[in-house]
C-alpha cells in the first residue's frame, strides 16, 4: 500500500527516491508497501515535480484533498427572507399556497408540484 508521504497531495506524483517505476511493486525497497502511515525509508526525490500547492480561491485542502467551498453566501437579510417564505420552514409553496407533506425529513428538492404554478425550489 502506498501512503501519502510517497505520492504527495495531488495523489499522481511519485515523490520518493525509491520508487520502483512499476506498476507491479510498490516500492524498490518495500515491495509490499509499509504498516502504518509512515516510512522510514522515504527519501524525497530531487528530480520529483514539486508538490503544487496552489489553491484556487473558494477552495481549501483538507486531508490531502482539495475541496471546492460554496460560492455563494447569502446576506442576513436573505436568510431571514428565507426562513419566512421557504417551503421546508413554512410547509408552502411561496408562490400559489400549496400545502405540502409533512414528509419533510426525507424531502430533497421542494418544487411546487401544483401544475399551474411552476415555483421552483433554486436554493439546492
Known sequence: MKIPQCVGVARRRHRCLFYAH?????CAVHLDGVNG?????????????PVELWE???ASYYNGELILQPQ???TQQQQLELLDTHPM??????????????????????DCPN????????SV
Open 56 to 58: 484556487p480561491e473558494g
Open 115 to 122: 401544475s399551474e404554478c411552476g415555483w421552483m425550489d433554486d
Open 37 to 49: 502511515n509512515s516510512c522510514l525509508d522515504f527519501r524525497e526525490d530531487p528530480n520529483a515535480d
Open 22 to 26: 512499476n506498476p507491479y511493486l510498490v
Open 89 to 110: 420552514f413554512t410547509g408552502r409553496c411561496p408562490q400559489c399556497g400549496y400545502e405540502f407533506d409533512r414528509d419533510w425529513s426525507a424531502r430533497v428538492h421542494w
Open 72 to 74: 455563494h453566501r447569502l
